[in-house]
């Protein structure tokens, strides 16, 4: 689409997206075109004071790290094997997979002057063999409650994952960015209302079996719990034939 410029032969958006793990919602979002920073979208989002967030490489921003840390809001997130650092303290590790637990002070002329505190970095092995480095303003959980809280992040990529296959944003039924906006934004909402149905309701069904009932009752009139609720397991469902025409019946 034209307005989405991301490369010569694509475009693309992103959905910048504050993701709540015990809650499993989206507590805040913002949608741009794939090829703006997504560290300038990062200053948009609420951060709020006593939160642990947790991000990806693409959000490293020192400036954003220091002003996080004034606030009192903890964060972890990869770290850039660029990033120039010296090392204040080297932490004593027990678990195999930790492979450093260090003290840092960033000693680049931007990170000195954007983000002049102790950091925490973590390197640790994952069982794939793959190596990953965290930085974090956390200087008192453990090397592995970090890794844990990164490894957590992967929900997120759940969430994108179920709205592509359960709210059609695949395919986008106009060509305008406000077409685009409308059906991301529609899509967003529709699962806001399905996570409500489910946790205000007693019913013990998965998301996914919720939007499906709901989408094949959507011109039927009735309430969450008798659409929620199944029948009894000693009933057998049947079909019975009377006079040419097919009745459902309980037995």
């Not at 997504?38 to 642990?52: E, F, H, S, Y």
């Not at 069982?127 to 957590?152: G, H, M, P, Q, W």
């Not at 899509?187 to 009932?213: D, E, F, G, V």
Request: glycine letters at 4%; aromatic letters at 10%; a positive charge.
């Amino acid at each position: 689409f034209e307005w989405a410029h991301f490369r010569k032969t694509k475009g693309g958006i992103k959905l910048h997206t504050v993701y709540d793990p015990q809650a499993d919602t989206p507590t805040f979002f913002e949608l741009t075109t794939a090829k703006r920073n997504d560290c300038k979208t990062a200053q948009n989002l609420p951060i709020m004071a006593g939160v642990t967030y947790v991000f990806d490489r693409a959000y490293d921003d020192y400036s954003w790290y220091y002003e996080m840390t004034c606030q009192g809001t903890q964060f972890v997130g990869r770290m850039k094997t660029s990033a120039v650092y010296e090392v204040v303290e080297c932490r004593e590790t027990t678990d195999d997979s930790i492979l450093e637990d260090q003290i840092i002070r960033l000693s680049s002329d931007k990170g000195r002057k954007d983000c002049p505190t102790d950091l925490r970095r973590v390197k640790i092995r994952r069982e794939d063999d793959k190596v990953l480095v965290f930085i974090s303003n956390d200087l008192k959980r453990s090397a592995a409650e970090i890794a844990d809280l990164y490894k957590s992040r992967w929900q997120i990529e759940l969430f994108f994952k179920w709205i592509k296959q359960n709210l059609k944003v695949k395919r986008f039924l106009g060509r305008s960015e406000n077409a685009v906006r409308i059906q991301v934004l529609t899509a967003m909402i529709a699962y806001l209302l399905l996570r409500l149905a489910q946790i205000t309701t007693p019913c013990k069904l998965s998301l996914q079996q919720i939007a499906r009932r709901i989408s094949l009752n959507l011109t039927r009139r009735c309430s969450l719990l008798e659409l929620f609720s199944d029948p009894p397991d000693s009933m057998e469902v049947g079909l019975l034939q009377n006079q040419g025409s097919l009745e459902l019946v309980y037995a």
